[in-house]
């Protein structure tokens, strides 16, 4: 059986975030064994899976993510969205 359904999530403000709770309430009842694909339509959307036993793998990710792409640099094409809108959004 294939099923393709579109969901939503909530805006997010620039980080890691853990979206698996948002994600499985939009979803209908699934089966014990299959396969879900996950993809993001947005442009500066990611996914990583990872365990989440430890909160401090996502301070790490981020830590790394944002010294290996730093905000607003001066070399960047994809810019005519302006800065990144996403830092008017509030941590929730």
Do not use: W
Request: contains cysteine; hydrophobic residues 35%.
């Amino acid at each position: 059986m294939v099923q393709q359904i579109e969901i939503t999530l909530k805006p997010k403000y620039r980080g890691f975030h853990l979206v698996t709770s948002e994600i499985l309430s939009q979803l209908p009842k699934l089966p014990k064994t299959g396969i879900v694909n996950i993809f993001a339509k947005h442009t500066s959307c990611g996914l990583s899976i990872n365990e989440n036993a430890d909160p401090d793998v996502r301070v790490d990710m981020e830590t790394i993510f944002n010294r290996l792409v730093p905000e607003n640099r001066p070399e960047y094409e994809h810019t005519l969205e302006g800065a990144d809108e996403m830092n008017n959004l509030q941590p929730y």
